[in-house]
């Protein structure tokens, strides 16, 4: 331990901080362990499922026998459940009583230790943490090289309360924005069905629905759709759909520092929205070279992989404002020919339950779920005539821009935690404490 004085800052290992404990898992094929069990038992998938600081739920629950079966232990709420093997270094603050699995080393916290600030800190430290990971198969963090691993730790408990007061103040206010954007999904994808099902007719106003007005639809092999529109394969009204380069062409090591032409990749692709925040180029030499996967504004991006929170097939546009792009391997770019389909149609039909449902029909893979272009090209469409799908275009347009909104100002959020947590927990700072009022009330009104 490196002390720097009765008033400044230390080095201390997690052992002087906290309890590491680990987990175990109950035999799957003893019932009585498993059934009708009320102890909420967690694995890494829960924390990479979830979103925030804290978790409550979980997707499995064991007995009090399969507690006592195993080297699981029964872990108090405020308790850090930090994973420690494949996934490392991944953190939230149990909510209730919890047990883990043996993928996790989790922190209870000590008399003296304030667990919010210990959360945050071990946040920050995430990649020093993942940086002690050892294995062939997959990595992970022993138990005695957690205990050893240091933390900056200002030099009382009333310090510790405050700064982690700042940050929780910030992070209140990314619930709350998350909040918004989970509602306006909600509410855009009820509207994307009634547009995607019912259509708009002259009035601007939905169709009647196929129960009160039958004469009105027709069967389709995506379901019921008005009869005045038709169903066609999306290699039908494409006028281009490609992939984006083998792998060994565009990889990491391609990026330069600085400005180029733009990489869209994976993360860049959200339902209905370009995540704008995660920036990748290459030269323009280099993208001279891929001119064939060359990305335009308006153009439609699909993800070919997926995961929990980002399905396969999730969709998108280029933005307008921003210049042309290369799209990376995984990225479909898809332009539709103008006379059968809008880009911005076609874009919002690929986000609803029935193209997603045969997206589901055509994924491939255990670890993660993809879908090739092939099979991308066999996607149905339901296809109103220029004018219908325009109106129904206007009509996603105030929902999209509502949740672009959220997700801009949600993205701001989480750039200005991450400056404080480097500002706050970062070292010696001696006017940190002083400064925390101050710091507070910004951060209440970002």
């Known amino acids: 331990m490196r002390d720097y004085g009765a008033d400044k800052w230390r080095w201390e290992s997690l052992r002087n901080l906290a309890t590491v404990v680990s987990g175990g898992t109950p035999s799957r094929y003893v019932r009585e362990f498993w059934e009708n069990g009320t102890i909420p038992w967690v694995t890494p998938t829960d924390l990479t499922g979830t979103r925030g600081r804290f978790l409550s739920e979980t997707r499995e629950r064991i007995t009090a026998r399969g507690l006592a079966s195993c080297s699981a232990t029964l872990l108090p709420p405020g308790t850090l459940l930090m994973t420690s093997r494949a996934t490392l270094g991944e953190i939230r603050i149990a909510a209730c009583q919890v047990c883990t699995n043996q993928g996790f080393k989790s922190l209870v916290p000590l008399p003296g230790t304030h667990g919010p600030f210990l959360y945050y800190q071990m946040l920050l430290s995430k990649e020093r943490y993942r940086a002690l990971g050892i294995g062939s198969t997959f990595l992970e963090v022993n138990k005695r090289d957690t205990e050893r691993f240091g933390v900056l730790v200002p030099p009382t408990l009333d310090q510790q309360i405050r700064l982690a007061g700042i940050?929780?103040?910030?992070?209140?206010?990314?619930?709350?924005?998350?909040?918004?954007?989970?509602k306006t999904m909600q509410i855009k994808a009820g509207l994307l069905h009634d547009l995607f099902t019912r259509g708009v007719i002259a009035d601007g106003k939905l169709r009647p629905p196929c129960e009160e007005a039958p004469q009105l639809y027709k069967e389709s092999p995506v379901g019921w759709i008005p009869t005045s529109w038709k169903t066609l394969r999306l290699e039908a009204i494409a006028d281009s759909v490609i992939d984006g380069p083998f792998g060994s062409n565009l990889k990491s090591e391609h990026y330069i520092e600085g400005e180029g032409v733009r990489v869209v990749r994976l993360q860049n692709i959200q339902d209905g929205h370009y995540n704008d925040s995660d920036k990748a180029f290459v030269s323009e030499k280099y993208a001279a070279g891929l001119i064939r996967h060359q990305v335009m504004p308006g153009d439609i991006l699909i993800a070919a992989l997926g995961e929990d929170n980002n399905?396969?097939?999730?969709?998108?546009?280029?933005p307008a404002d921003l210049p042309a792009a290369i799209n990376k391997a995984d990225c479909f770019r898809l332009r539709c020919k103008r006379n059968l389909a809008a880009n911005a149609f076609v874009m919002e039909f690929l986000n609803t339950a029935r193209a997603k449902e045969q997206i589901r029909r055509y994924e491939q893979g255990v670890t993660r779920r993809?879908?090739?272009?092939?099979n991308l090209k066999r996607i149905i469409v339901a296809l109103p005539g220029p004018e219908e799908q325009e109106s129904i275009n206007e009509a996603t347009r105030m929902t999209s821009g509502y949740m672009a909104g959220y997700l801009d100002e949600l993205q701001k959020l989480k750039m200005v935690k991450q400056g404080l947590m480097q500002d706050l927990l970062s070292g010696p700072v001696r006017a940190c404490a002083t400064a925390a009022p101050e710091i507070a009330k910004v951060a209440a009104n970002v």
Do not use: H
């Not at 940050?167 to 989970?182: C, F, G, K, N, R």
């Not at 993809?370 to 092939?374: A, G, H, K, T, V």
């Open 370 to 374: 993809r879908i090739n272009l092939s």
């Open 311 to 318: 399905p396969v097939g999730r969709a998108c546009c280029y």
């Open 167 to 182: 940050l929780s103040t910030v992070d209140e206010a990314i619930d709350q924005t998350e909040a918004l954007i989970a």
